[in-house]
């Protein structure tokens, strides 16, 4: 029986893995929340809404760590004892931080859509063999330092990802 305290996969019921199904993730969301509603528990007094309330929260906090791949690949490495510390600990391969530098050239030089398109499909392929990764290094080989390393180059790649739309957005207009 999962309380307060359980982790996220527990609470939800789920394996403790990378690899999940978003469609059962959100089924798993929404049976939780109905079951938690504080409205369900209005006869039983304030006391029982307030828990309800806090139940809601959790299981709210637990659904946006978990339907995120980035963010449950963070968590899964936190779970297993390695924290991301993306804030404190910014060192990368030099090849990575040559990529972005390039990215980040091919942005300020982008001058029409076709280049821009490019740079998103490069960007997008990128994304897709860094979460690709996560089933390999958390999943099979247990490997929580080498998949930090992937949480955190998904993160920048995730920022950059956001620099281009807003160059979209700025082209559009």
Known sequence: MATLQSDDFELFGLPRQFAQDRAVI???WKDLQREAHPDKF???GPAAQRLAMQWSVRINEAYQRLKDPLKRAAY????????VKAEDNTAMPAEFLMQQMTWREALDEAEDLGALDALSDEVGAARARVLSSFDWLLDEKGDHA???Q???SLM???RFAQDVEARYES???
């Open 26 to 28: 959100d089924a798993r």
């Open 42 to 44: 209005a006869a039983q």
């Open 76 to 83: 899964l490495c936190e779970l297993n004892g390695v924290a």
């Open 146 to 148: 080498g998949a930090v």
């Open 150 to 152: 992937q949480v955190r």
């Open 156 to 158: 920048f790649i995730e």
């Open 171 to 173: 082209m559009e207009s």
